[in-house]
């Protein structure tokens, strides 16, 4: 009875070390990992921060929300030691590590999805800005230059017939070129609002 019970002892120990070999301790697990994962940590926080205050300039409360959602790499770490701290007492280690690498993973995606969508809502705001204010402002020459074009070519026309057909009876010569180019000049915004061939220049004759 002794001699089973202690075989029975002997295999269930020999059972653990299988299972959880010296490897997973909580010291060697958290140095390797820390190790293999601080400097990809610290080059990807100092690469994002970099990048993202080079480019556009953020403030520091887009720059602090920015470091504390890249301060998630660090969960990883965390969920891989608590998966294996709770397989010694619940799981198997094959379990623990499904649910440690499932997490990682995840968090990782999560944190890389959250900096790609400031990225990509900053950027698109940016492009969207620029492609609207450049469609609004070809838009606007367009239909300015065609508008105003057709007002100044009336307004030219009636400005050249006061000038050369009417200035001997009213101006000098002199005048009416400077009249000319003075209504040419600073009178075109009215063109905008007053359609010259709705307006009688005809009562001035």
Known sequence: MFFFLYSRRESLSLSNEFLYPSFFSDSNVFSTLFSILAPIHLSSLLYN?????????????????????????????????????????????????????YLSIYVF????????????????????????????????????????????FYLAIYVCYLSIYRCQFYLSIYLSIYLSIYLSIYLIPIALFLPLGQVSWYNLL
């Not at 900096?115 to 239909?143: G, T």
């Open 109 to 152: 995606l999560s944190s890389y999805i959250c900096l790609l969508s400031i990225y990509l809502s900053m950027s698109v705001f940016i492009y969207l800005s620029i492609y609207v204010s450049l469609y609004l402002s070809i838009y606007l020459s367009i239909y300015l230059s065609i508008y105003l074009s057709m007002s100044v």
């Open 49 to 101: 921060v970099f990048l993202f205050s080079s480019l556009h300039c953020i403030r520091l409360f887009l720059l602090s929300s920015l470091a504390v959602k890249i301060s998630c790499f660090s969960l990883p770490i965390s969920c891989f030691i608590l998966s294996l701290t709770v397989a010694k007492q619940y799981l198997s280690i094959y379990l623990s590590i499904y649910l440690s690498i």
